[in-house]
């Protein structure tokens, strides 16, 4: 799965991150680097989002794409499978005129 979406578990990785060091920084009462953490880590959970709905819209445009070039190769094959049979109805027909 990281090779599909590598920015997923990377932002998770950095929201964990800034989440942690939050929490390091409430313990050692310094609010101001708290509220720079706090910022950064929904910073990167939203960036982790957009990567997701990204990566999703991506995927559902690349399946869109194969199902119509599958639809289209079975389009293709019908028609090469009726041109086959007419044609070979028409011999028959030719056939039989000669006769």
């Given at each position: 799965?990281?090779?599909?979406?590598?920015?997923?578990?990377?932002?998770?990785?950095?929201?964990?991150?800034?989440?942690?060091?939050?929490?390091?920084?409430?313990?050692?009462?310094?609010?101001?680097?708290?509220?720079?953490?706090?910022?950064?880590?929904?910073?990167?959970?939203?960036?982790?989002?957009?990567?997701?709905?990204?990566?999703?819209?991506?995927?559902?445009?690349?399946?869109?794409?194969?199902?119509?070039?599958?639809?289209?190769?079975?389009?293709?094959?019908?028609?090469?499978?009726?041109?086959?049979?007419?044609?070979?109805?028409?011999e028959d027909r030719l056939k039989d005129a000669e006769?």
């Amino acid at each position: 799965k990281f090779g599909e979406q590598p920015l997923v578990p990377i932002g998770a990785l950095v929201t964990c991150g800034a989440l942690i060091m939050a929490a390091v920084k409430m313990r050692r009462s310094d609010p101001q680097s708290l509220n720079n953490w706090l910022r950064a880590r929904a910073i990167a959970q939203g960036a982790t989002i957009a990567a997701v709905c990204a990566g999703t819209y991506a995927m559902n445009m690349n399946s869109d794409i194969g199902d119509k070039t599958r639809q289209i190769e079975e389009i293709q094959a019908h028609q090469e499978a009726r041109a086959g049979k007419e044609r070979k109805e028409f011999e028959d027909r030719l056939k039989d005129a000669e006769k």
